[in-house]
Each structure stands twice: as structure tokens, then as C-alpha cells.
């Protein structure tokens, strides 16, 4: 798309300097409630790239050397600065991703958690020491930064996905790029600009904008050391692949496709409350979405009319107003058209369809990217329903004969973050925790996503590396162990092994 002079143009943060960047190519920014543009994002690439990375280059040394604790307290005044901010920041984040104001307030304190996290930097990053490995001889390890990191961010959480990488990479000492999505650029940018007004140093934190070509200057850089990445399955894989090829440490989550188990002792009302909230919250935008329930026996099955009762009244509408629906947009126009297409392929394939958002319209916004809850039974496992990421408003539901049934369909799936189980039997939740292969668990709770102390453990073609994000495994990913082995020798002793 080229330019226009009428709309908002996002800018680059380089070097602690703000750049709206002339002469790329843009690509539109929406409010999916309306289907509005309301800003453009310039499109960098490799000449864009080069600068932060000699930028966040440059201020490595000094940013490696400040103590902890002085790297903390920037994350302290960036916590208070986000909570000052934090209704301000919701609302623009409901504005470019479409999700309702509770669900944005939601995603970023998921975020602001992992901002508490890393106000602990000086006890996270303690070493150890063990004196006398041998006599007169002691070993200690220590964390020491990596140098440049980057991250690169999806579309569907705009605050708590930066959040996850940002701030424990920059109290560990390293410096930051952040690529995040071309689609939900504006959270981004709001939360440069609090680092900057923390007092974070010049060049320890940049931004840039753009799609694969700007991804591919990073991942390429001989200056950048380590990658992390979110977004979907076969991007994330190739970034894997390219990003390790090219000596940089890696992780990569990727995609999903979450089993949720109701047995037939589950709580009935619980359980449906619980399965809505999975399957539509953020409109079924989640790589935590439940997004295919697994009812075992008729008691199971039973939940099944006070589900698509609870979907039918789910209101859909504008979140960039007062009044909140109990769901939002979609992303894009085509994201939904991509959605509705695999909706009708399955129906054409004989699953039915029992409740259907594909109809669905609000009268103040005729143009706004909606799509309303939807329920489809019968899905069988062969159908790229069942197989495929939905990443939409659409719940997937088949009706086991048993728990072993459900565990082996379950195990069935390429991917591997989340599973829940809802149950009242302490043996059938024991035995789905350890025999599913998935890395996040529910045990009657529906969206699994671990708080910020605990990694975020996808597994499968969830994740592609070894140390996953959040928790120490976090710190682990933004350190590299150094061993010092030291003998001393008291005063005038230097010949002791004489002695
Ligand atoms: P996406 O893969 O299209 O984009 C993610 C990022 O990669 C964006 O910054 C984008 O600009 C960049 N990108 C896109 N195509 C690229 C390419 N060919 N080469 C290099 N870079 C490229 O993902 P999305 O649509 O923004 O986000 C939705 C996906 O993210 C879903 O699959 C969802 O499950 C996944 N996701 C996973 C997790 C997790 O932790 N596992 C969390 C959130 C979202």
C-alpha cells in the first residue's frame, strides 16, 4: 500500500530517538470494530534493521555492566508507569485488535506480571558457588547477558507477548529489538514509550516495524544473538530453523489446537462457563483457546444443551465503546472470510452445525470484522477442522466413548500447548495429567496459561527450542552461564603444593 497523508504513520524507535520513516511502503492498521483504518505502519527492512542493531550494539557495554539492581529499578518505575497508564493502554488495545475492554485490561496484566517478575532481577540472577571442589580450589557460575536480543510478536496478545520478552531480557543485562505485529503496531509503540520515559538508557530498547523482509534482516544479523519468537506453527519453524542456522539462540512458539475433556461427573454449570470462556474468549484468538471439546459418555454429552444455549446469547459487538459485548471482532476481513470458509467446508463434509455465527451483524458497525460464536458436533478427526488452527470463534465438538478414548484422540494432534479436563475424580484428572502430550494442563480450569513464574511450555509443534518463555526458564534464555574455577594463595605461600 502506499502512503497517505491523512492517516496516522507509526514510528520507529531507534537509538532512543522517534523516526517515522519515509519512503517504505505501509501496510493498514484497523479498528476491527468499525473496519476502519486508523493508522498506517511503515514497512522497514534491512536498512532499518542494521540501525537498531548497531544502536542496541552500541549501548550493550554500559547497559551489561549496570548492576542488577539499577536495572531492576528502571522496571520498577516501568511497573508504575504501566499502572498509571494501564486503562489507557486496555482501550488502545481493544481499539487495534478488536477484543473487549475486560479482555485487554486482562492481557496486560498478564504482561504487567512479568514486569514484577523481573523487578526481582538482582535475586534471579544470583549464581551459585561451592568452595573446596578441591582443596584450596573453588567453583562459581555466574549469568552474564548475551548482548543483542530480539523479539518478534504476533497479532492476537499486542501487550502481554512483548511483555513476556522485553523485560527479562533487559534486566539480565542484554538490549532489545522488539518486531512486533504490523497488524497491532500502536500497544507496541505505547509501551516503548513508557520504557523510554522510565529512564530506560538510549539504544538499550528499540523498535522496528515490518513483515518478512524486516524478520529476515534480524534473524540474518552476525550482531544479534538470540531469537525470540511467537506466532504461528510454520513461521514459527523456518524462524527456528533460520535463526539457529545462523548461530543465534533460539525459541519459537507457534500454533495450537487445545483438547478440553468433560467427563461425566464434571459440574455442569461450571463447566460451561468455563468451555464458552475457552472456546470465544478474544473470539477464539488464543493459542489457548479450547477449541474442541471431547464429551466422555452420555453424562458427558449432557452439558451439550446449556453450551450452545450459553453461545446462542453470547452478544458479539463494538469493544471500542462503553457498553462491552460479550465478544469482539476479528482481526481482519480476511482472517474472518478464512474462518467462515473452514466452517463451511466442514459443514459440507457432514459435520453439523448447531449453533452458527456466520450470519451474524451489529447495526452500528456494518463494516466491522464480526463473526458470532459457533458450535459444530461431529466433527470427524480427518477433517481439516479438526486439524487445522481455527484461531476463531468456533468450537469443535466430538463425543468419546471413554477417558482413554479422549487421551488417544487428544495425542493425536501435531501441536502441543494446552489440555483440560473438567471432572470431579482425582484419578481420571491424574491420569489425563500424565498422559497427555500436550505442555500446559487444566484441571478444571480451561485456559491453562501459566502465570509469569512459570514458563509458557508448549510442547510438539507448539515450540521449537529448549528454554521457553516467562519464569526462570526465561532467565535461563537471556544468560549464558560463566564457571570460574580460582585458587588463592595466602600471603607468601605462593610454593604450597611444596609444603
Ligand atoms: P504470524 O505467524 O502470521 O505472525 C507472527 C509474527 O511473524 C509477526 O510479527 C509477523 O510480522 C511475522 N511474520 C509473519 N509471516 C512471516 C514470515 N513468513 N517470515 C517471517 N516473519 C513473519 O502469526 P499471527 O497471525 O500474528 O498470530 C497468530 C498465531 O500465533 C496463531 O497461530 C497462534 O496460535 C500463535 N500464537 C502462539 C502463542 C504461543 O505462545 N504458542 C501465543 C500467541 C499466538
Given at each position: 500500500m502506499t502512503p497517505s497523508s491523512s492517516l496516522p504513520r507509526c514510528r520507529f524507535f531507534i537509538g532512543g530517538e522517534w523516526s517515522q520513516a519515509s519512503g517504505l511502503a505501509v501496510s493498514p492498521v484497523f479498528n476491527p470494530s468499525t473496519g476502519e483504518m486508523i493508522a498506517e505502519v511503515p514497512l522497514g527492512g534491512a536498512a532499518e534493521v542494521e540501525a537498531a542493531v548497531q544502536a542496541a550494539h552500541a549501548a550493550f557495554p554500559a547497559w551489561a555492566d549496570t548492576p542488577p539492581s539499577e536495572r531492576a529499578r528502571v522496571m520498577f518505575k516501568y511497573r508504575t508507569l504501566l499502572e498509571r497508564d494501564f486503562e489507557a493502554i486496555a482501550r488502545l488495545i481493544s481499539r487495534e485488535h478488536g477484543k473487549t475492554l475486560a479482555e485487554s485490561r486482562g492481557d496486560l496484566f498478564r504482561g504487567f506480571e512479568v514486569v514484577e517478575l523481573a523487578c526481582a532481577a538482582p535475586t534471579l540472577l544470583?549464581?551459585?558457588?561451592?568452595?573446596?571442589?578441591?582443596?584450596?580450589?573453588?567453583?562459581?557460575?555466574a549469568r552474564h547477558p548475551l548482548g543483542v536480543c530480539v523479539g518478534i510478536t504476533p497479532f492476537n496478545f499486542p501487550a502481554m507477548i512483548p511483555l513476556w520478552m522485553f523485560p527479562l531480557a533487559l534486566v539480565c543485562g542484554n538490549t532489545f529489538i522488539l518486531k512486533p505485529s504490523e497488524r497491532v503496531p500502536l500497544t507496541a509503540i505505547r509501551l516503548a514509550e513508557?520504557?523510554?520515559?522510565?529512564?530506560?538508557?538510549?539504544?538499550?530498547?528499540?523498535?522496528?516495524?515490518?513483515?518478512?523482509p524486516a524478520v529476515d534482516a534480524l534473524l540474518t544479523h552476525?550482531?544479534?544473538?538470540?531469537?525470540?519468537?511467537?506466532g504461528s506453527t510454520p513461521v514459527a519453524r523456518s524462524i527456528h530453523q533460520v535463526a539457529s542456522a545462523h548461530g543465534k539462540r533460539v525459541q519459537?512458539?507457534?500454533?495450537?489446537?487445545?483438547?478440553?475433556?468433560?467427563?461425566p461427573d464434571a459440574d455442569v454449570g461450571k463447566t460451561v462457563e468455563a468451555v464458552i470462556n475457552a472456546a470465544f474468549g478474544c473470539a477464539g484468538e488464543r493459542c489457548m483457546a479450547g477449541s474442541s471439546v471431547l464429551t466422555v459418555g452420555d453424562r458427558g454429552r449432557a452439558v451439550m444443551p446449556e453450551l450452545v444455549k450459553a453461545a446462542k446469547s453470547l452478544t458479539v459487538g463494538r469493544t471500542d465503546v462503553e457498553t462491552q459485548p460479550g465478544m469482539g471482532a476479528v482481526i481482519t476481513a480476511a482472517h474472518r472470510d478464512?474462518?467462515?470458509?473452514?466452517?463451511?467446508?466442514?459443514?459440507?463434509?457432514g459435520a453439523k452445525v448447531i449453533a452458527d455465527g456466520r450470519g451474524v451483524k451489529v447495526k452500528d458497525a456494518p463494516n466491522g470484522f464480526y463473526f458470532g460464536a459457533t458450535i459444530i458436533e461431529d466433527v470427524r478427526a480427518?477433517?481439516?477442522?479438526?486439524?487445522?488452527?481455527?484461531?476463531?470463534?468456533?468450537l469443535n465438538v466430538l463425543h468419546m466413548s471413554g477417558l482413554d478414548e479422549a487421551i488417544a484422540l487428544a495425542?493425536?494432534?501435531?501441536?502441543?500447548?494446552?489440555?483440560a479436563i473438567f471432572t470431579r475424580s482425582g484419578g481420571a484428572a491424574r491420569e489425563f495429567k500424565q498422559r497427555v502430550r500436550a505442555g500446559m494442563?487444566?484441571?478444571?480450569?480451561?485456559?491453562?496459561?501459566?502465570?509469569?513464574?512459570?514458563?509458557?511450555?508448549g510442547w510438539n509443534e507448539s515450540f521449537f527450542g529448549d528454554l521457553h518463555m516467562q519464569g526462570r526458564a526465561g532467565v535461563l534464555f537471556y544468560t549464558q552461564p560463566k564457571v570460574t574455577t580460582s585458587r588463592w594463595f595466602a600471603e607468601g605461600e605462593g610454593d604450597i603444593w611444596k609444603k
Open positions: 544470583t549464581g551459585e558457588l561451592l568452595p573446596n571442589i578441591a582443596r584450596g580450589i573453588d567453583g562459581e557460575l513508557l520504557l523510554a520515559e522510565a529512564g530506560l538508557p538510549k539504544g538499550v530498547f528499540n523498535l522496528v516495524h515490518g513483515g518478512k552476525p550482531l544479534v544473538k538470540a531469537v525470540s519468537f511467537v519459537a512458539n507457534g500454533g495450537a489446537k487445545n483438547y478440553v475433556v468433560v467427563m478464512r474462518v467462515r470458509g473452514l466452517v463451511d467446508a466442514g459443514e459440507r463434509e480427518d477433517m481439516k477442522l479438526a486439524q487445522e488452527e481455527v484461531f476463531g470463534p468456533v495425542n493425536t494432534s501435531s501441536y502441543g500447548n494446552g489440555a494442563i487444566g484441571i478444571n480450569v480451561g485456559v491453562p496459561a501459566p502465570m509469569a513464574m512459570f514458563p509458557f511450555s
